[in-house]
């Protein structure tokens, strides 16, 4: 079974960082692109930052951008999210996602359960 | 980088088919066919419902369909149920290797 269980959420000021820390078991974690989306409360989706099974290919929203840098451990089966510069528009629950396939194609098809992030002032 | 457009809720009886639009641009709904559409409720994590425009996962009932027209897309849910309360966000790749979501859609079963 395909499990994703990210850490690193919590409590932080403007201007500090948080690293976000994504598991994966129950597929072979190369074989895939991996994501992070994230959801504000009371608030939609939205795309944050993806990554290709080999790194190659890496991509960023635009609210993000600069701050935030996204990266893997395939002999780990790990996804990270570095997290700079935070502001509190940044609070939101950060979900790990498995892509279907490659990056530029697919779905997002497995979603974790997500880690909360919380910038206050 | 702008989300997609969908309307903010849908209703419908039980039993009858409701249909979402999702509309972006040349750029991605119109320029791929990687649209995705996800299903929420409550306090749920998001689950794919529609992939690759028009295309069902294993387990996800078929009273689920989606479609593509220009830079719009739909998801229809026919014979509709009390379980498909939920929140419907749509989902595209995005030219220079970005993704976007719709602003999604609160669906009613009346």
């Known amino acids: 079974e395909v499990e994703l269980v990210e850490s690193g959420g919590g409590l932080v000021q403007p201007g500090r960082s948080l690293r976000l820390s994504c598991a994966a078991s129950?597929?072979?974690?190369?074989?895939?692109?991996m994501h992070w989306v994230r959801q504000a409360p009371g608030k939609g989706l939205e795309w944050v930052s993806g990554?290709?099974?080999?790194?190659?290919?890496?991509g960023y929203a635009d609210s993000v951008k600069g701050r935030f840098t996204i990266s893997r451990d395939n002999a780990k089966n790990s996804l990270y999210l570095q997290m700079n510069s935070l502001r509190v528009e940044d609070t939101a629950l950060y979900y790990c996602?498995?892509?279907?396939?490659?990056?530029?194609?697919?779905?997002?098809?497995?979603w974790g359960q997500g880690t909360m992030v919380t910038v206050y002032s | 980088q702008s989300a997609l457009t969908q309307p903010a809720s849908v209703s419908g009886s039980p039993g009858q088919s409701i249909t979402i639009s999702c509309t972006g641009t040349?750029?991605?709904?119109?320029?791929?066919?990687?649209v995705s559409w996800y299903q929420q409720h409550p306090g749920k994590a998001p689950k794919v419902m529609i992939y690759?425009?028009?295309n069902r996962p294993s387990g996800v009932s078929n009273r689920f369909s989606g479609s593509k027209s220009g830079n719009t897309a739909s998801l229809t849910i026919s014979g509709l149920q009390a379980e498909d309360e939920a929140e419907y966000y749509c989902?595209?790749?995005?030219?220079?290797?970005?993704?976007?979501f719709g602003g999604g859609t609160k669906v009613t079963v009346l």
């Open positions: 990554i290709s099974w080999s790194s190659a290919t890496i």
């Open positions: 040349s750029s991605d709904v119109g320029g791929y066919n990687y």
């Open positions: 989902s595209s790749y995005r030219s220079g290797s970005t993704w976007v």
């Open positions: 996602v498995k892509a279907s396939g490659s990056y530029g194609s697919g779905s997002f098809r497995t």
């Open positions: 129950g597929f072979t974690f190369d074989d895939y692109a």
């Open positions: 690759d425009v028009s």
